[in-house]
């Protein structure tokens, strides 16, 4: 029989004690002998089907020799980032789900892992439910990754979906979304874009090789979009969608940010939508291959976690191939980047520079798509017209 324990019986964690008893004959057929939750960390004991397995005492895990691997589901940094290196220190591997933790501590996790012959693995921090890094670093280990861009988040894209078909406003789908459990009851670290930018980070850490700090990463979210815009879009081919995107860049730079985006109806990615999530990645040898399934819940989240734990148990060697410099440097801004850009303005004539735009709509305000420009010939554009609105489009 082999031990795990859990640090946080919440959603995820309480998934993960339910996926391990579900799965009990396939996951004993992959390991040769069963599997078993044996301790679960909690703040505080409480009433609950799984009290049994509950301890209010880190140590009894930490010097539990029983216990082979981890799977942390606390979430944030501050009592996470500790209890990690405390397991990962006394020769555990640990598994995680927490994407702020691997973006702005994984490359450190990662080397102790390293120097105490463990693993650290984190399929779960960006997919959810989704294999996106197994693939990357490994099925496409034979290309250069030169672009990675989807959408990350599956609260915005559920707003955003219903703001397309039922022509709701951003704060009617927010409050619904909120009813259904999709939304926190502080929605900040969905719709302004910080949940979907610490997963492109942990994605061009990968890709890439390099640390992405994701501080250094712009990161709009979708409380600006206007129900106009939405409409707009729609009846000239085109789906709003927050993005996440990392690119490869001349001389050995790379850039990453979040931001909303016109996407062709007859771009894959225009159809993914309510919860549901979706990465694309751009190899030199296999072009665009996408990911695409639930990126987030209960038992689509647990899924990836005990995933990991079976990969960790199988294999009992490090994973080379999981990690990256933590040389932060050759991070480029992505307003160097050319894109066209849409715009919606307050005048029903635009100057003569702009008479090679492509004009949507005109009245008394004018939406129209520019030639490519760069993000900061888009920023002295918006400065000199009267904007409403505006956002790159995805070619």
Same mark, same amino acid.
């Given at each position: 029989?082999?031990?795990?324990?859990?640090?946080?019986?919440?959603?995820?964690?309480?998934?993960?004690?339910?996926?391990?008893?579900?799965?009990?004959?396939?996951?004993?057929?992959?390991?040769?002998?069963? =599997?078993?939750?044996?301790?679960?960390?909690?703040?505080?004991?409480?009433?609950?089907?799984?009290?049994?397995?509950?301890?209010?005492?880190?140590?009894?895990?930490?010097?539990?020799?029983e216990?082979?691997?981890?799977?942390?589901?606390?979430g %944030?940094v501050?009592?996470?980032?500790?209890?990690? +290196?405390r397991?990962?220190?006394?020769?555990?591997?640990?598994?995680?789900?927490?994407?702020?933790?691997?973006?702005?501590?994984?490359?450190?996790? @990662?080397?102790?892992?390293? /120097?105490?012959?463990?693993?650290?693995?984190?399929?779960?921090?960006?997919?959810?439910?989704?294999?996106? &890094?197994?693939?990357?670093?490994?099925?496409?280990?034979?290309?250069?990754?030169?672009?990675?861009?989807?959408?990350?988040?599956?609260?915005?894209?559920?707003? @955003?979906?219903?703001?397309? /078909?039922?022509?709701?406003?951003?704060?009617?789908?927010?409050?619904?979304?909120?009813?259904?459990?999709?939304?926190?009851?502080?929605?900040?670290?969905?719709?302004? %874009?910080?949940?979907?930018?610490?997963?492109?980070?942990?994605?061009?850490?990968?890709a890439?090789?390099?640390?992405?700090?994701?501080?250094?990463?712009?990161?709009?979210?979708?409380?600006?979009?206007? =129900?106009?815009?939405?409409?707009?879009?729609?009846?000239?081919?085109?789906?709003?969608? &927050?993005?996440?995107?990392c690119?490869?860049?001349?001389?050995?730079? +790379?850039?990453?940010?979040?931001?909303?985006?016109?996407?062709?109806?007859?771009?894959?990615?225009?159809?993914v939508?309510?919860?549901f999530?979706?990465?694309?990645? +751009?190899?030199?040898?296999?072009?665009?291959?996408?990911?695409?399934?639930?990126?987030?819940?209960?038992?689509?989240?647990?899924?990836?976690?005990?995933?990991?734990?079976?990969?960790?148990?199988?294999?009992?060697?490090?994973?080379p191939?999981?990690?990256?410099?933590?040389?932060?440097? %050759?991070?480029?801004?992505? @307003?160097?980047?050319?894109?066209?850009?849409?715009?919606?303005v307050?005048?029903?004539?635009?100057?003569?520079?702009?008479?090679?735009?492509?004009?949507?709509?005109?009245?008394?305000?004018t939406?129209?798509?520019?030639?490519?420009?760069?993000?900061?010939?888009?920023?002295?554009?918006?400065?000199?017209?009267?904007?409403?609105?505006?956002? +790159?489009?995805?070619d």
């Amino acid at each position: 029989m082999i031990k795990i324990a859990i640090l946080g019986l919440g959603t995820v964690g309480t998934g993960v004690v339910k996926v391990v008893e579900a799965n009990t004959a396939p996951i004993q057929h992959k390991l040769g002998q069963p =599997l078993s939750v044996k301790t679960a960390l909690v703040r505080k004991l409480r009433a609950d089907p799984y009290q049994h397995l509950m301890t209010e005492n880190f140590r009894e895990i930490e010097h539990d020799g029983e216990i082979r691997v981890v799977v942390e589901t606390i979430g %944030g940094v501050e009592a996470a980032y500790e209890y990690t +290196r405390r397991c990962l220190m006394a020769g555990k591997h640990v598994v995680t789900a927490n994407k702020q933790l691997v973006a702005e501590h994984g490359c450190e996790l @990662l080397d102790l892992a390293r /120097k105490n012959h463990v693993n650290y693995l984190f399929e779960a921090s960006v997919g959810g439910g989704i294999p996106v &890094l197994h693939p990357l670093t490994q099925c496409m280990a034979a290309n250069r990754v030169d672009e990675i861009y989807g959408i990350l988040n599956g609260t915005t894209n559920f707003i @955003l979906t219903k703001m397309v /078909k039922e022509g709701a406003s951003f704060a009617e789908v927010l409050k619904l979304a909120q009813e259904k459990g999709y939304a926190e009851a502080d929605p900040t670290a969905d719709v302004e %874009g910080i949940d979907a930018g610490r997963k492109i980070c942990i994605l061009a850490d990968l890709a890439f090789g390099h640390q992405v700090d994701p501080a250094q990463v712009p990161m709009e979210g979708i409380t600006g979009i206007d =129900l106009k815009d939405v409409e707009i879009a729609g009846r000239h081919g085109y789906r709003i969608k &927050l993005l996440g995107r990392c690119l490869r860049l001349e001389g050995g730079r +790379r850039t990453a940010y979040v931001a909303p985006h016109l996407i062709s109806e007859e771009n894959p990615m225009s159809d993914v939508n309510d919860v549901f999530n979706a990465v694309v990645v +751009r190899g030199n040898a296999t072009g665009e291959v996408m990911f695409y399934g639930k990126g987030a819940g209960e038992l689509p989240t647990a899924s990836a976690c005990v995933a990991d734990v079976i990969e960790c148990l199988q294999e009992e060697r490090h994973r080379p191939e999981i990690g990256w410099s933590a040389d932060t440097g %050759g991070f480029a801004s992505p @307003l160097t980047l050319k894109n066209r850009w849409y715009f919606r303005v307050g005048t029903d004539t635009l100057p003569e520079a702009l008479h090679s735009a492509k004009v949507l709509e005109q009245d008394t305000e004018t939406a129209f798509i520019t030639p490519p420009i760069t993000g900061t010939d888009a920023e002295r554009l918006a400065a000199y017209l009267p904007t409403l609105a505006k956002m +790159r489009v995805l070619d």
